[in-house]
């Protein structure tokens, strides 16, 4: 198991900017893949990011595409969602995840592959 702290919510006006960081306690941080979905009131929780154990794979949602960007430190156990181009759409509760990897260095885009959540972090877009 991995413990996840996600921070670096908050309120933002459309067209801002926000940086989400996770980071990562327990285990190799390395050896994990890590993903970023979301989950607005009243809606199902969805993908926003992914990315391999090692960084060089990611995946992204379409309704993000070309505005966040994921990345990751392992020698920081930390991984990062910088938003950019912030929509009010994007208002919801951001949560990390965490699975261990597999040799192919795989990304995950299904809630359902992930057994380890952070507690989630706030994020409010106003128009």
């Known amino acids: 198991q991995v413990q996840l702290v996600e921070s670096g919510g908050g309120l933002v006006q459309a067209g801002g900017s926000l940086r989400l960081s996770c980071v990562a306690s327990g285990r190799t941080f390395s050896s994990y893949a890590m993903g970023w979905f979301r989950q607005a009131a009243r809606k199902e929780r969805e993908i926003v990011a992914a990315?391999?154990?090692?960084?060089?794979?990611?995946y992204y949602g379409n309704s993000v595409k070309g505005r966040f960007t994921i990345s990751r430190d392992n020698d920081k156990s930390t991984v990062y969602l910088q938003m950019n181009s912030l929509k009010p759409e994007d208002t919801a509760v951001y949560y990390c995840?965490?699975?261990?990897?597999?040799?192919?260095?795989?990304?995950?885009?299904?809630?359902?592959?992930?057994?380890?959540w952070g507690q989630g972090t706030q994020v409010t877009v106003s128009s």
């Open positions: 995840a965490a699975r261990l990897g597999s040799y192919i260095d795989n990304v995950y885009r299904s809630g359902n592959e992930y057994n380890n």
């Open positions: 990315i391999s154990q090692s960084g060089g794979r990611t």
